[in-house]
């Protein structure tokens, strides 16, 4: 079945620094969305993508559906964007409301 | 601005007892509704879909059951509850983009 691989499943950055998720994916995939989970358990949209890259503040997501992957870069990272962060993407075979969630980052801020 | 509200916030039942969670959308007339639960620790994982009142569509059977009996009301439910039913439940809608959650429950089956 349709599948996404997320990486890493866990990061740690200083305060300042950068770095970048990914997610692969073993079929087409027709749109991608990026959440943030807080450790309160609440699920924030960040990005909605059909294709191309989009940015807001220090984040920006690209999604490019024929290598199949999405990516989303965190810069100068703060310690509120501590979380795990989900990609999300809608199948081939799109099937309403049918969306495949990876398996999470799970990314620590430090001081 | 469209609100999203899910009830209770947390539960702590008994392995045989009835369930009933709730969830309700303001502020968007005919949202796609959804429901998702997730291990503690893990990925989301869809388990219902409603795109009109009156039908729901189940992605995985996990002995629950879902209803839309408003517009703007998303009820999961079951009769017994199992410990694997343990986890947090989310409530989502969209207009069929992006995707907006509620704040969960936690649901402890002992």
């Known amino acids: 079945g349709d599948q996404v691989e997320q990486s890493p499943s866990a990061l740690s950055l200083h305060e300042g620094t950068g770095s970048a998720l990914r997610c692969n994916f073993t079929t087409t995939m027709r749109a991608v969305q990026w959440f943030q989970q807080n450790s309160r358990g609440s699920l924030i949209n960040l990005f909605y993508l059909a294709s191309g890259t989009k940015e807001n503040g220090r984040l920006k997501s690209t999604f490019n559906s024929k290598e199949s992957y999405s990516t989303l870069h965190i810069r100068d990272a703060q310690l509120e964007d501590s979380g795990t962060y989900f990609c999300a993407a809608e199948g081939g075979d799109y099937n309403q409301g049918k969306l495949i969630f990876g398996q999470g980052t799970k990314l620590s801020i430090k001081p | 601005a469209q609100t999203i509200h899910q009830w209770p916030v947390a539960e702590i039942k008994a392995v045989g007892s009835p369930l009933s969670l709730g969830c309700t959308i303001k502020?968007?007339?005919?949202?796609?509704l959804y429901w998702y639960w997730q291990a503690t620790g893990g990925t989301l994982q869809q388990l219902f879909y409603?795109?009109?009142?009156?039908?729901v569509e189940s992605v995985v059977q996990l002995n629950l059951s879902a209803s839309r009996p408003k517009d703007d009301q998303f009820i999961l439910s079951t009769e017994k509850l199992l410990l694997s039913h343990s986890g947090f439940y989310l409530c989502?809608?969209?207009?069929?983009?992006?995707?907006?959650f509620g704040h969960g429950t936690k649901l402890s089956v002992l």
């Open positions: 502020g968007k007339s005919s949202p796609n």
């Open positions: 409603s795109i009109t009142v009156g039908q």
């Open positions: 989502a809608w969209s207009l069929g983009e992006r995707l907006f």
